[in-house]
């Protein structure tokens, strides 16, 4: 092959690597993040998570609590001075997942 060909065969692969690069999306992990703020006799968490279709399961110390998955938010009553451990787990349609952990006090006040 001569110089002339070989550039035409670079240019040409140059360009599709660009194009095929450019159409391609770049994906995004997901994320979590979790809040918890002191409600009068209740803990009381909100979690903001992407993608929005993700799953968002929630854990309380330890333990899967259903009743709460795919929304953004958990609360439960609770005794004054007690400490529990909230977790809430994000995982997207390609499996990869987030997680975000805190230990909220049940306080007997609203701030």
């Not at 703020?37 to 854990?59: F, G, I, K, L, R």
């Amino acid at each position: 092959m001569n110089r002339t060909v070989w550039r035409a065969v670079a240019g040409t692969a140059i360009a599709a690597a660009a194009v095929t690069t450019l159409a391609t999306p770049a994906y995004a992990a997901p994320t979590a993040s979790l809040v918890c703020e002191p409600t009068a006799h209740y803990w009381s968490c909100n979690a903001d998570s992407t993608p929005n279709t993700a799953t968002v399961q929630w854990y309380i110390a330890g333990q899967l609590d259903a009743a709460f998955t795919n929304r953004n938010d958990w609360y439960r009553s609770c005794s004054t001075g007690y400490r529990i451990k909230v977790t809430v787990v994000v995982t997207d349609e390609t499996g990869a997942s987030a997680s975000a952990t805190r230990y909220p006090i049940c306080s007997s006040y609203t701030p």
